[in-house]
Nanobody, 115 residues
């Protein structure tokens, strides 16, 4: 499974971005998909996840500002990020997880929030 993230950019505080993660996977629809992020000097952390049935979960910092969605016809998962803050600056990674088929990570996309 290959995961390719895109959509990272530099934005001002209060701005929005939509990240995309395209998966080259058969049976994409059975994977739980997640977005994680890693800021300099910090551990990687979960941002949001979406199960194969469409259930979503969010880190506290993402609740109300970020939205995860998936399009199984396009083998793509999205992360809509609104009201961005400087502390959201990080590399954002996509992860695909299925308990039998394993888990896979993308290379990441840089998000920078700065005035």
């Amino acid at each position: 499974v290959q995961l390719v993230e895109s959509g990272g950019d530099s934005v001002q505080p209060g701005g929005s971005l939509r990240l995309s993660c395209a998966a080259s996977a058969t049976m994409f629809e059975i994977y739980t998909m997640e977005w994680h992020r890693q800021a300099p000097g910090r551990q990687r952390e979960l941002v949001a996840g979406i199960s194969n049935s469409g259930n979503t979960n969010y880190a506290d910092f993402a609740q109300g500002r970020f939205s995860i969605s998936r399009d199984n016809n396009k083998n793509t998962v999205y992360l809509q990020m609104n009201s961005l803050k400087p502390e959201d600056t990080a590399i954002y990674y996509c992860r695909a997880d299925e308990h039998v088929l394993g888990d896979y990570w993308g290379q990441g996309t840089q998000v920078t929030v700065s005035s």
